[in-house]
């Protein structure tokens, strides 16, 4: 469960009071080559020495296809990892265990992270970095604050599902995250925080939400929908798009959000 001052899984970051505590892959089609031919009635030798000529001049893969196979590589043992560390603890999985489950040399796994810590700093990020960008695309939709809100208590919700095995992995090793992985963390964690009280406020300022206390209300709701990495399963009664809507439904009520009247367009 989210600790006191925060929106987003972790440690407290923005008190009740308002105090800042500060310690909260690719669709893509490569096109191969075409094959050079040889000139129609051109000596056997011509053709040779032009096929060798188009092929010293074919270029190199192109920079973005290496760069998505790297990413692939690396989602692979992120994947992984985050099985192992959640199956069975941090302490008790090895880089050497998490090698072993890919089939794959230990150096392989080194080539794209230093160590365990900061292949957990990866793991840990990624709730907290799907729910900013979530935030992010919903502020900059346009819109009203109502509409706004709504998208993003079930765009919120539907990305903690998404990322169930790497909150609970945070929760449990956040001790354990280097220096930088942590400050990196909050500084997503503040961000969030920040977006999602002016969210609030700006309804309320529009007379859309009745809300006596923002950032009272901002934790609620950020508890509310980080918290369901805990009781949601895949296999009960509601679908994950069933449970964001009646979320979604379950926030706009906290906030008293106002039914629109039709014909008129928000400001």
């Known amino acids: 469960m989210p600790r006191n001052g925060s929106a987003v899984p972790g440690g407290p970051l923005l008190a009740p009071d308002g105090t800042d505590h500060t310690t909260i892959l690719f669709g893509m089609k490569a096109i191969p080559a075409a094959k050079p031919r040889k000139p129609a009635g051109s000596p056997r030798g011509e053709g040779d020495a032009a096929a060798r000529r188009a092929a010293a001049l ?21 994947a992984t990892a985050a099985a192992l560390f959640h199956r069975n603890g941090l302490g008790n999985t090895t880089l050497e265990a998490v090698a072993d489950q890919m089939k794959v040399t230990k150096p392989f796994i080194y080539s794209h992270f230093k160590s365990k810590n900061e292949l957990l700093d990866e793991i840990c990020a990624r709730g907290i970095r799907s729910s900013l960008e979530v935030l ?60 999602f009280c002016a969210l609030l406020s700006e309804g309320v300022e529009r007379e859309e939400f009745i809300v006596d206390d923002v950032q009272l209300t901002a934790l609620a709701i950020g508890g509310i929908v980080s918290w369901s990495y805990v009781w949601y399963r895949p296999t009960g009664r509601l679908t994950p798009a069933q449970t964001a809507d009646r979320i979604a439904a379950l926030v706009m009520a906290m906030v008293q959000a106002k039914p629109r009247r039709r014909g008129l367009r928000s400001a």
């Open 136 to 195: 992010n695309r919903v502020v900059a939709s346009g819109g009203s604050a109502t509409d706004r809100l709504q998208a993003l208590a079930r765009e919120f919700m539907l990305a903690v599902l998404e990322n169930q095995g790497s909150i609970a992995i945070y929760t449990r090793e956040e001790k354990h995250l280097s220096a930088s992985g942590r400050e990196s963390i909050n500084a997503m964690r503040r961000e969030f925080d920040r977006k």
């Open 58 to 78: 074919e270029p190199e893969p192109p920079q973005d296809i290496r760069e998505a196979v790297t990413r692939l590589k690396r989602e692979r043992i992120v």
